[in-house]
Nanobody, 122 residues
């Protein structure tokens, strides 16, 4: 079973940047992609971004396009989420996930990290 550990969360001011990291304990053959999701209090979890290990194909939620960037370091089995121009009043737990994704097909994420808190103050 893959273990995922997120880091880099915290409290920032609106307009500032934050970079999240997600380190995977191992990368299996079935683990073709990594994703970031977030869940705000009282809301359902929502997709943020995802990236394939091979080729680095990316996709983003419309709400973060142009402000967030997902990247990976295959040598370190680590995925990053660079978040710029963070909007005020957005408090959510960000979680990374490992699974399968082929562009053009629906992803399937089976392993999840515990999540990390991100709070943006105005």
């Amino acid at each position: 079973q893959v273990q995922l550990v997120e880091s880099g969360g915290g409290l920032v001011q609106a307009g500032e940047s934050l970079r999240l990291s997600c380190a995977a304990s191992v990368r299996t053959l079935s683990m073709t992609a990594m994703g970031w999701f977030r869940q705000a209090p009282g809301k359902e979890r929502e997709f943020v971004a995802q990236i394939t290990w091979s080729g680095g194909t990316r996709s983003y939620a419309d709400s973060v396009k142009g402000r967030f960037t997902i990247s990976r370091d295959s040598a370190k089995n680590t995925v990053y989420l660079q978040m710029n121009a963070l909007k005020p009043g957005v408090t959510a737990v960000y979680s990374c996930a490992a699974g399968r994704w082929l562009p053009g097909y629906a992803p399937s994420y089976n392993d999840w990290g515990q999540g990390i808190q991100v709070t943006v103050s105005s």
